[in-house]
């Protein structure tokens, strides 16, 4: 997903809240922890989640990589 994707307009601060509950989650499975992820500001309609200020397509794509790994696909797909 781009972050210039329209449809990442649509997701609400709550939602984008309960992704990185599961990015947390998930992720510590791989050893990949964030205790500081949390949403940001708001910018162009889209709220910003703050690993350093990355896009929500950032949240997006690292939880889907997570899910991959976690069934086993190859990162490629």
């Given at each position: ?28 499975k791989?050893?990949?922890v964030w ?5 940001d ?12 200020t ?8 690292l939880?889907?990589?997570l ?11």
């Amino acid at each position: 997903m781009k972050p210039t994707d329209p449809r990442v307009r649509y997701y609400t601060e709550a939602q984008i809240k309960t992704l990185i509950i599961e990015v947390h989650e998930r992720g510590l499975k791989f050893g990949l922890v964030w205790p500081s992820a949390t949403t940001d500001t708001t910018l162009d309609g889209r709220v910003l989640v703050r690993f350093n200020t990355a896009p929500v397509t950032t949240l997006l794509n690292l939880l889907n990589l997570l899910l991959g790994a976690e069934r086993g696909d190859p990162c490629d797909s």
